[in-house]
């Protein structure tokens, strides 16, 4: 009895699945087997563990439209419908996960419109394209440094930005000297072309090509010793100024025209102004020739009352050789000398005379140019 009962709730399942329109193929075949498999699975495990009982009067009749079999006080087809449920949930589920990991491209990204270029005279040095931007203030200082320099030998330790006025931008070039300033220059340049005038009113393009300075082939440059900055000529006792000393003194007219050995001294002759240095009262003339022609020098000068340097004296942009007058006492020297070329930047100097015998003091800076150590009358 307890097998007929069984066989006869199978085959009424299988009506009320049939009836319903389901299939094992198509769309929904996955949903059908999925209920098929749950509805036998249970008949089978109630078969197997006879914890079921079904009585004949327990058997309802099957209809077309809603079959209605009770199992221990239980429907069959709500029984269905939780599996239908349950395989509805897991298609939802699936649906999720496939939506997790499958990105549909969207909309691009929406990005920010582009910064506007800063007003002028506000530039970032980050811009470089002056045709659009202008010259950044750093560009500018770099320029008219180069400009400066380039027509006067001289290098000024400051250079700023101070302002704009009427469109143009305050390029003002200066030393400090004893606590002053020595202003060396004043530009007032237009940012977006680099020219403009000086405080005289000449006018000048801080892009044009850097002038040609007074830097000749020096054969003694070939005399200098070892590691050693720089080749030093002591010429005289000096109690004037330079242009004043050399365009009198007859035997450093000599030495500049006469060419009596392969180290000759009439390169001396072209020697522009710019290359004079003088200390207020100095009484010893100096001929200092770099080893490094592209060398930077600056000899400050130094205040012996205070024992300290005040400021510079000369500061040149290239390393050209110069005059040095100097040493108002012979107890200390009053200019200290430093260089930087292409081996570095190296400890200041100072030059000056033996109290010994009046010949210029060796020095682990410098060669002594020995065959005029006792220099040209004064």
């Known amino acids: ?106 909309p691009p990204d929406v990005t920010a419109a582009p910064a506007s270029p800063p007003p002028e005279g506000n530039k970032p040095d980050t811009y470089t394209d002056p045709s659009e931007y202008g010259y950044s203030d750093t560009e500018l200082c770099d320029l008219a440094l180069r400009y400066y320099g380039s027509r006067t030998n001289h290098s000024p330790e400051f250079v700023e930005v101070e302002g704009e006025t009427d469109g143009k931008v305050n390029i ?7 606590g002053h300033t020595s202003t060396a220059a004043w530009y007032y340049i237009d940012r977006m072309t680099g020219k403009g005038t000086d405080f005289l009113e000449n006018e000048i393009d801080l892009t044009a090509p850097p002038a040609e300075m007074w830097n000749p082939d020096v054969p003694q440059r070939s005399k200098i010793e070892g590691d050693k900055r720089c080749a030093v000529l002591y010429l005289g006792y000096i109690d004037t100024d330079i242009e004043t000393y050399i365009s009198n003194n007859v035997a450093y007219q000599e030495l500049i025209h006469q060419n009596f050995s392969e180290y000759n001294y009439t390169w001396l002759a072209d020697m522009p102004k710019q290359n004079y240095v003088e200390i207020p009262d100095g009484n010893e003339l100096y001929l200092i020739i770099p080893r490094d022609d592209e060398a930077r020098v600056r000899v400050g000068r130094f ?25 108002v006492s012979e107890i200390r020297p009053d200019a200290e000398i430093f260089i930087t070329d292409n081996s570095g930047e190296h400890p200041g100097f100072t030059v000056s005379l033996s109290g010994k015998d009046g010949s210029l003091c060796e020095s682990d800076s410098y060669t002594r140019l020995n065959e005029y150590t006792e220099g040209p009358a004064g």
């Open 172 to 178: 003002h070039l200066y030393d400090l000297f004893d």
């Open 303 to 327: 205040d012996l009352s205070r024992e300290q340097l005040i400021g510079n004296v000369y500061s040149s942009y290239r390393g050209a050789p110069f005059l040095l007058r100097c040493n």
């Open 1 to 106: 009895m307890k097998h007929t009962t069984i066989r006869i709730f199978c085959l009424a399942l299988c009506a009320s699945l049939a009836l319903s329109g389901c299939s094992k193929t198509g769309g929904e075949g996955g949903s059908q087997t999925a209920e098929e498999n749950s509805a036998v699975t249970t008949a089978e495990q109630a078969e197997e563990t006879g914890e079921t009982s079904v009585s004949e009067t327990e058997v309802s009749d099957v209809t077309e439209k809603n079959e209605t079999t009770t199992v221990s006080g239980t429907d069959v087809s709500d029984d269905a419908k939780v599996s239908g449920t349950v395989t509805g949930t897991a298609k939802v589920s699936e649906t999720a996960k496939a939506s997790e990991t499958t990105r549909v491209p969207g």
